[in-house]
């Protein structure tokens, strides 16, 4: 059986394990002992809430409880850019015109910005190979937004998903050849290892500040402005449907889309639900039996926050899980879990 908890500090080999697994274009989880072990004291202390909420780093992983293995691994930061810049291009429109010439013309623009510091992030998104199949992936990505939904004090109103931006079959990336190759002078994949290091002042220092005509770029750096990593769709899609959208602001290096949200706004703060655990609750609605549908159930403890996706239905305020969902989520019957439909309503507006 699959639970998503919160990691602790005897995750740190698996992690290791799934970060090799990731490849390039991801830089929040590179394959560095030093730096997933600096991260991971971080996210226990996020957990123990002995750091302050703009500096935690919440880290879920996967676990397939019948064999001990990870099968994958989520984050919630709880702010970004307040001790290291947040780079952005902002997409933006210049217009150009002469009475005289009779010439009107709109011109896309980049413009190099810190617009997103201080938002929540959600990131560090990876399901192992073997494990991609079923409701595992919406499992995974969705956890953050129960998390979210039980302790919203913890995070800011805005919200954002940097996306794995498009790259070519043989790991390059088209945008970052068209513009960033002329001013970094180093390749794609020594860029992503030094921005994961947190080596970042670099970007101040050699990207240009004024506005860049997206139409002086390569056709082929053009075209795949705003689209995601080949492997990056699904998750996209997961996120749109909580309530995310894209506003015109894309990564520097390969220009993959950041989706936005205000916290309030999410599908899981406006459908989701506590309920009681009874073995005795009862799925009906004027004696027949709810179809039922699954459902993702967390518990409300934020230091061993532990989440999972059934089959039972919530209804009237109680749900009845069997014992081993019970012990998955670490709950007796009597405690208060959250629930959340795993899949949106077709009356939900996202």
Do not use: W
Request: aromatic residues 8%.
């Amino acid at each position: 059986m699959l639970v998503v908890r919160a990691i602790n500090a005897s995750d740190l080999d698996a992690l290791y394990g799934l970060a090799s697994q990731v490849g390039t274009g991801m830089t929040t989880l590179k394959p560095d002992m030093k730096m997933l072990g600096d991260r991971l004291a971080i996210a226990c202390a996020s957990f123990a809430e002995t750091i302050p909420p703009e500096k935690r780093d919440y880290m879920f992983v996967m676990e397939d409880t019948d064999t001990g293995r990870l099968a994958g691994v989520c984050a919630i930061k709880g702010a970004v850019g307040l001790e290291e810049p947040f780079y952005n291009y902002r997409i933006g429109t210049l217009v150009h015109s002469s009475r005289e010439l009779d010439v009107f013309t709109r011109m896309e623009t980049l413009y190099l910005s810190n617009d997103l510091t201080g938002s929540t992030e959600l990131c560090s998104l990876f399901l192992h190979p073997d494990y991609r199949s079923g409701n595992n992936g919406k499992l995974l990505s969705k956890s953050r937004f129960l998390f979210i939904a039980q302790f919203p004090h913890l995070f800011t109103e805005k919200l954002i998903a940097e996306m794995r931006g498009y790259q070519a079959p043989d790991g390059s990336s088209p945008f970052y050849e068209g513009l960033g190759r002329h001013f970094f002078k180093m390749d794609f994949h020594h860029v992503d290892d030094l921005t994961s290091l947190g080596k970042k002042s670099f970007i101040a220092e050699l990207m240009p500040r004024q506005p860049m005509y997206v139409a002086y770029l390569p056709d082929e750096a053009q075209e795949v402005i705003g689209k995601v990593h080949l492997s990056t769709a699904p998750a996209r899609r997961l996120l749109e449907q909580e309530g995310l959208h894209f506003e015109g602001y894309v990564d520097i290096f390969d220009a993959g889309p950041v989706l936005q949200a205000r916290v309030s706004e999410l599908r899981a703060m406006r459908d989701s639900m506590p309920a009681v655990l009874d073995a005795e609750a009862a799925p009906e609605v004027d004696g027949d039996a709810v179809q039922a549908e699954p459902y993702l159930v967390s518990n409300t403890d934020l230091k061993d926050f532990r989440m999972i996706v059934t089959s039972a239905n919530p209804h009237g305020g109680k749900i009845a899980l069997d014992d081993d969902e019970l012990h998955l989520l670490r709950c007796h019957h009597g405690d208060t879990v959250r629930t959340l439909s795993l899949n949106p309503r077709k009356h939900s507006h996202v």
